[in-house]
C-alpha cells in the first residue's frame, strides 16, 4: 500500500509563517506587524460583524472596536489555537457586547423579534451576495444564531452560552433561520 501523495502549497506555507511572525512582533507592540494583521483579516471580521448586526455603519464601528480589543489583549494569545480563531473569537463577543449595550431592559427581557429596520437593510445593500442579503433580513436572535452555527462554526452549547439561552432555544432558532432562508431562497 503506497503513501497517499501530500501537495503542499508553498504560497501557504509562507503566509502561515508570515502570519505568525507578524503576531509575535504585534505581542512585542510592533504596530506595523499589527497592520498587516489587521488587513489580512478586517473583510472577514467586517463580513461577521454586518451579519449579526445588520447594519453598516454599526459593522464599521464594531469591526474597529474589534482591533481595538485586539490589540489591548494581544499579550493574551497564547497560540494554543490559531490566530484567526482566537481574532473571531475576540470578533464574535465585541459584537454581542455591543448588542446587549444597544438594547433597553425591557427589549433584553422581551426579546423583540421582528426587526422591520433588518428587512430594510437587507434590500438596501446591493454589493452583497443574495445569501447575505437574505441573512440580514432574518429576526435578530434567528439571525445570530444562524451566523454562529452556520457561518462562524459555533456549537449550540457554546451559543447558548454566548446569548444565555437554553441549547434548545438556540436550536429552534437556527430552525427558523433555515426555515426562513429556504422560503426566500
Not at 449579526?52 to 497564547?78: G, H, P
Not at 432574518?138 to 447558548?160: D, K, S, W
Request: contains cysteine; hydrophobic residues 40%.
Amino acid at each position: 500500500m503506497s503513501a497517499p501523495n501530500t501537495v503542499i502549497n508553498a504560497e501557504d506555507v509562507f503566509a502561515q509563517k508570515q502570519e505568525q511572525e507578524w503576531v509575535t512582533n504585534a505581542k512585542a507592540g510592533d504596530r506595523h506587524a499589527f497592520n498587516h494583521l489587521y488587513k489580512l483579516h478586517i473583510g472577514r471580521v467586517y463580513a461577521l460583524c454586518l451579519r449579526m448586526l445588520s447594519n453598516r455603519d454599526q459593522a464599521d464601528d464594531v469591526a474597529q472596536e474589534v482591533f481595538v480589543q485586539v490589540w489591548l489583549k494581544m499579550e493574551n494569545f497564547r497560540g494554543d489555537a490559531k490566530f484567526s480563531t482566537w481574532l473571531h473569537s475576540v470578533a464574535t463577543n465585541t459584537v454581542l457586547t455591543h448588542m446587549r449595550k444597544q438594547k433597553s431592559w425591557v427589549q433584553k427581557v422581551f426579546s423583540i423579534e421582528d426587526n422591520p429596520q433588518a428587512e430594510q437593510a437587507g434590500n438596501e445593500i446591493e454589493d452583497l451576495s443574495d445569501l447575505d442579503k437574505v441573512i440580514l433580513r432574518l429576526p435578530e436572535r434567528a439571525r445570530i444564531v444562524f451566523v454562529l452555527f452556520a457561518v462562524e462554526g459555533y456549537r449550540h452549547e457554546e451559543i447558548a452560552t454566548m446569548l444565555n439561552m437554553a441549547v434548545g432555544s438556540s436550536k429552534s432558532h437556527y430552525h427558523r433561520a433555515r426555515t426562513l432562508l429556504k422560503e426566500w431562497l
